[in-house]
C-alpha cells in the first residue's frame, strides 16, 4: 500500500505560478512511475506529466510552463507550475504505479482566476 498527500493548490491570478507536492508513505526508489493528472468539471482526468523508467513527458499543453520533478530522499514528486492560466483550473491528482499497482492521492484545487 502506498499513501499519497498532496498539498500546494490554490487560488492564483492567470500568469501566476504554484508548486504542487505529493508525498508518499514509503520510498519512491522503486516505483515504476510518478505523475500528475487533473480533471477539470465535466471533463475527463488526463495526464498532465509523468516520469516513466527515468523518462518524463509533458502534456502538450503544459510543455514549457510546468515541471516534474521528484526527490527520492524525501519520498515527494512536485509539479512547478509557471504562467498558469485560466484552463489550468482543475482538481490535480498524484499517482503512482509499483510493481503491483496503482496508487491516487485525494487531489488538489488549482484555481486560476482573476
Known amino acids: 500500500q502506498v499513501q499519497l498527500v498532496e498539498s500546494g493548490g490554490g487560488l492564483v491570478q492567470p500568469g501566476g505560478s504554484l508548486r504542487l507536492s505529493c508525498i508518499a508513505s514509503?520510498?519512491?526508489?522503486?516505483?515504476?512511475?510518478m505523475g500528475w493528472y487533473r480533471q477539470a468539471p465535466g471533463k475527463q482526468r488526463e495526464l498532465v506529466a509523468a516520469i516513466t523508467s527515468g523518462v518524463i513527458n509533458y502534456a502538450d499543453s503544459v510543455k514549457g510552463r510546468f515541471t516534474i520533478a521528484k526527490d527520492n530522499a524525501k519520498n515527494t514528486v512536485y509539479l512547478q507550475m509557471n504562467s498558469l492560466k485560466p484552463e489550468d483550473t482543475a482538481v490535480y491528482y498524484c499517482?503512482?504505479?509499483?510493481?503491483?499497482?496503482?496508487?491516487w492521492g485525494q487531489g488538489t484545487q488549482v484555481t486560476v482566476s482573476s
Open positions: 514509503r520510498s519512491i526508489f522503486s516505483f515504476n512511475a
Open positions: 499517482n503512482v504505479v509499483t510493481q503491483y499497482n496503482a496508487y
